[in-house]
């Protein structure tokens, strides 16, 4: 299957300040990437979905201007959670599609993010 | 609203048996169905994707999906230990809406 690759798979930060996290491509050219967030013992949640060149769709509820999706090439998607607070303690995964349409399916490994 | 429901378990199975897992979902415009596993701290693995009506077996996994009833399922043969998981059942919508909407996961254990 495609594959997709989370950097960093964990990060702990302070209150206040910000984490960015890198999903990538590796063996196809992805148009559209797709943002998800996890908390214990729930199931995936989509926050938001980006399409290359382009600003990001996000999700009712999720805010644009915390969670900042940077979709700049067609390998690479950032997510950038601005003054992280200890709620926004979660695992977040992303994926990615292809122009067939059915990578989406894949997961990058994920991004444990706790903040203290 | 779409909605796609699993029963949360925990599904306990003996080690070589059967293990039957299963998903309603509420959008009748739904289009692809997915079952994923998911071990615990991981990321979910996609296991098998279903289109059509009927069964599409694959190894020792087969998925059944009935879009009359708005029901797919999971069926795993000759269950192992490592099988024990969360799997994950997720929907997507037609048209240009690439969007997978998940269930909240059944725990299977499977017992030695």
């Known amino acids: 299957g495609a594959v997709v690759s989370q950097h960093p798979s964990r990060v702990i930060c302070k209150s206040g300040t910000s984490v960015k996290i890198e999903c990538r491509s590796l063996?196809?050219?992805?148009?559209?990437m797709f943002w998800y967030r996890q908390f214990p013992k729930q199931s995936l949640m989509l926050m938001a979905t980006?399409?290359?060149?382009?600003?990001?769709?996000?999700e009712q509820g999720v805010e644009k201007d915390k969670f900042l999706i940077n979709h700049a090439s067609l390998t690479l998607s950032t997510l950038t959670v601005t003054s992280a607070h200890p709620e926004d303690s979660s695992f977040y995964i992303c994926?990615?599609?292809?122009?067939?349409?059915?990578?989406?399916?894949?997961f990058g490994q994920g991004t444990r993010l706790t903040v203290v | 609203q779409k909605e796609v429901e699993q029963n949360s378990g925990p599904l306990s199975v003996p080690e070589g048996a059967i293990a039957s897992l299963n998903c309603t979902y509420s959008d009748r415009g739904s289009q692809s169905f997915f079952w994923y596993r998911q071990y615990s701290g991981k990321s979910p693995e996609l296991i098998m994707f279903?289109?059509?009506?009927g069964d599409k077996e694959d190894g020792r996994f087969t998925a059944q999906l009935n879009k009359a009833s708005q029901y797919v399922s999971l069926l795993i043969r000759d269950s192992q230990p490592s099988d024990s998981a969360t799997y994950l059942c997720?929907?997507?919508?037609?048209?240009?809406?690439?969007?997978?909407?998940f269930g909240k996961g059944t725990l299977l254990t499977v017992n030695p």
């Open positions: 980006s399409n290359e060149g382009s600003k990001a769709t996000y």
């Open positions: 997720a929907v997507r919508s037609g048209g240009s809406n690439y969007k997978l909407t």
């Open positions: 994926s990615a599609r292809d122009r067939t349409g059915y990578t989406e399916a894949f």
């Open positions: 279903i289109y059509s009506n």
């Open positions: 063996d196809f050219q992805a148009t559209t």
